[in-house]
C-alpha cells in the first residue's frame, strides 16, 4: 500500500469520509470503503495544521480575518456600541488612576487593608546613607 489514495491529503479524516460521501460520483466506491477504514498509514494532521497557520497568516496580512480569528468572542461584538461593557458604566482606559493613584483619596481603604502602613514616617532620617559603612555579616560559629 505505498500509493496514496486519498484526494486531499491535507484535510483530516474525518471531514473526508463525509466529503466523500455526498461526492460519490467524483470517486470510485472502492477507493470510498479503503479511505473509510480504520487502517491509514499515510495520515498525519501535523501537515493540515501547519497549512493552515499559514493561511491565517496572509489572511491578517491582507486585512481579512480567517477561521480560526472567528473563535475569539470579541471578533462577533466588533462594531457594536458597547461591546458588553455596558452603556452607563463604560470601559474606560484608567477609570480609577494610573498606578497607586489615589492612595490618601479613593483607594485609601484598599491600601490600609492591604499596604498597612504605606504612608507615613517611622524612625530617625539619616542623610546620605553609605551602606558600606553597615555592612556587618553574621557567621554562625556552629559551623566553623
Known amino acids: 500500500m505505498d500509493v ?3 484526494p486531499f491529503p ?22 470510498i470503503k479503503l479511505l473509510s477504514s480504520s487502517y491509514m498509514p499515510h495520515f498525519s494532521t501535523a501537515g493540515y495544521c501547519v497549512q493552515r497557520q499559514q493561511k491565517g497568516e ?15 468572542k470579541h471578533r462577533k461584538k466588533r462594531g457594536h456600541i458597547s461591546t ?7 470601559h474606560r482606559k484608567h477609570p480609577g488612576g494610573r498606578g497607586n493613584a489615589g492612595g490618601m483619596h479613593h483607594h485609601r481603604i484598599l491600601f490600609d487593608k492591604y499596604l498597612p ?9 539619616y542623610f546620605h546613607k553609605l ?3 553597615f555592612f556587618c555579616p553574621t557567621v554562625n560559629i556552629d559551623r566553623l
Do not use: A, W
Open 4 to 6: 496514496q489514495l486519498r
Open 10 to 31: 491535507c484535510i483530516p479524516m474525518s471531514l473526508t469520509i463525509g466529503f466523500l460521501e455526498k461526492n460519490r460520483v467524483l470517486i470510485h466506491l472502492d477507493s
Open 58 to 72: 496572509m489572511n491578517r496580512k491582507l486585512g481579512r480575518f480567517s477561521i480560526p480569528d472567528l473563535n475569539f
Open 84 to 90: 458588553d461593557h455596558g452603556r452607563i458604566g463604560k
Open 117 to 125: 502602613g504605606y504612608f507615613g514616617k517611622v524612625g530617625m532620617r
Open 131 to 133: 551602606i558600606n559603612k
